[in-house]
């Protein structure tokens, strides 16, 4: 059993940047692949970035490419997301996500059923 604490989000002004950060309880962290979703009002929870057990591959939706990285620090159970240069579009809630994905491909990757636990979500919010 993993739980997953998301914390980071926040009000910010288009162009901006914030740091989420997803906690990991356990000690079998590096086991599982680790992912960002994000769900919109009205919308229906999206992929965002997924990062591979060592941290060596990454997948990121066309959206955010070149604006958002994700990193993994395995000795603190972390995952973290970067968001830079913030549109109002990329307003949701963003849930980190664990899973022992043992498919590949970004296919596989963006794909919610792939995981297991999920965080509670934490807000952003981006003013035009």
Partial sequence: QVQLVD??????????????SCAASGRTFSVYVMAWFRQAPGKEREFVVAIDRRGGS?????????????????????????????????????????????????GCYASPEKYDYWGQGTQVTVSS
């Fill in 7 to 20: 914390s980071g989000g926040g009000l910010v002004q288009a162009g901006g940047s914030l740091r989420l």
């Fill in 58 to 106: 990454t997948y990121y939706t066309d959206s955010v490419k070149g604006r958002f990285t994700i990193s993994r620090d395995n000795a603190k159970n972390t995952v973290y997301l970067q968001m830079n240069s913030l549109k109002p579009e990329d307003t949701a809630v963003y849930y980190c996500a664990a899973g022992r994905v043992y498919c590949s491909g970004y």
